[in-house]
């Protein structure tokens, strides 16, 4: 064998298995290192996965623990809002209630702060539009229309007891029966005075440039249309109890005369005596005139209205005075207080008449008014007197008040048993005056009693106590009494 051929293949195969080998460890290498390549990425891929996972976790977590974080602060503010807003509302509707009672209360000093001059108006378009109304004196054509004006004044005021002009008092029915007793208006002109009252009232304020609301004007309309029912009312109902006295009057008086003429009659039928036929027919001549003479009372009754009313002792007093004098006398007696405010008003009156009237008022209050103060008042304008006497008793029902001067009326209030003590005697001597009286009365302000009359009484009383009808040589038309 060659040794140099047999050296070079053993060379040969070393080289090859040393490739082999070496080939070998490179295969070896390669997947190891691949391996590690494939781990490597892998480890990246799961690391980018998990961050993603942990991310979107993390975020929804924080989205989450955000969303609750806000949702409290979101509805606290919610609340804070409607607090504010309801509260804003609130001070709104506070701030127009506010503004609506002043501009009530505007309206209210507005209507007041033309008084006279839509009372003068007044008087002028009645004097010119109704028949008959010419002729009166002042006081007579006003009568109690200031007392419905001051109640319009109130009634538009927030927070007095009237919503109407004409609620808690007989003011208006004492008109309509003045109207019927006094005057020789119709209901048509009584209701047309009505009209032009407030057409007064407008014409007045639109002079002035006064504007109210909607709402103070219809509180007007309404008052005034209540008040010329109540007056319409009350006015039938005097000329009904006037026909009435008139027919149980007359049904009395008139037998007499009829007898004496019947009886007559007779026996010039049946005498031949020339003589007592002369004497019978003298008497039937002489009790025809009777007849005759109530007649014509009993035509003036149905047609002026006016009842007869009793005689009156006439004299020039002041009125306030008396007033004290009431007060002074009730207070010896016990209870009370008794004060006296308003004015010193000298007039024409008859004093025991008056007197009586006011203490029976006096009686009344202190009977009715649960213990508490009587308050007399004196006050007058436009010729006439308003003479009222308050107590803080118990509101007079209702129902009751348009009877509590008939002379069959009887209350005693709530507990309390007993006639009411000189109110029909009240109403005749108001009447005899040529005026009237009213009461009004609810639970929030008492009961005021108020007699409303001329301070100069005597052209609108038709006997006194001399049997003569009283009259001042002369008056002019607002009843003061001047010469002219």
Known sequence: MNLATDHDYDGKRLSDG????AHQGTEQDAQAMAHQLALEVANEVANEVANEVANEIANAAANELAH????????????VANEVANEAARVTAAQAADHADQAAHQGARELLSIREAVLDHWEASVRAQIKGAAELLGPALTDNLPNLYDNLAEAISPGQARETATQHTTAAMSHGSERARMTCFGPDE?????????????????AHGIRWPAD?????????EIAACESLREYAATHEALRRRVAAALSHDMRAPLGVIATGAQLVAQTGDLDVARRSADKILRHAGRLESMMGELLEALTVMREALPPLALASFDMRDLALDVARQFGEQGGGPFTVTGENVEGHWCVPTMRRALENLVANAVKYGAGGAVRIDVSSGRG?????????????PAERRERIFGY?????GPGTVGWVIGLPFLRDVAEAHGGSVSVDSSDEDGTT???DVPVDCRPFVRRTADGLRAAPEEHDAAGTGQHG
């Open 384 to 396: 006439r007197l308003s003479l009222s006497v308050h107590n803080s008793g118990p509101a007079i």
């Open 408 to 412: 069959l009326f009887r209350y005693g």
């Open 216 to 224: 103070v004007w219809a509180t007007i309309s309404r008052s005034i």
């Open 449 to 451: 009693f108020t007699i």
């Open 190 to 206: 009584v209701l047309r005075e009505y009209q032009l009252f407030r057409d007064a009232i407008r014409d007045v304020a639109q």
């Open 68 to 79: 609750e974080a806000a949702h409290p602060v979101t509805s606290a503010a919610d609340e």
């Open 18 to 21: 040393a490739n082999r080998e």
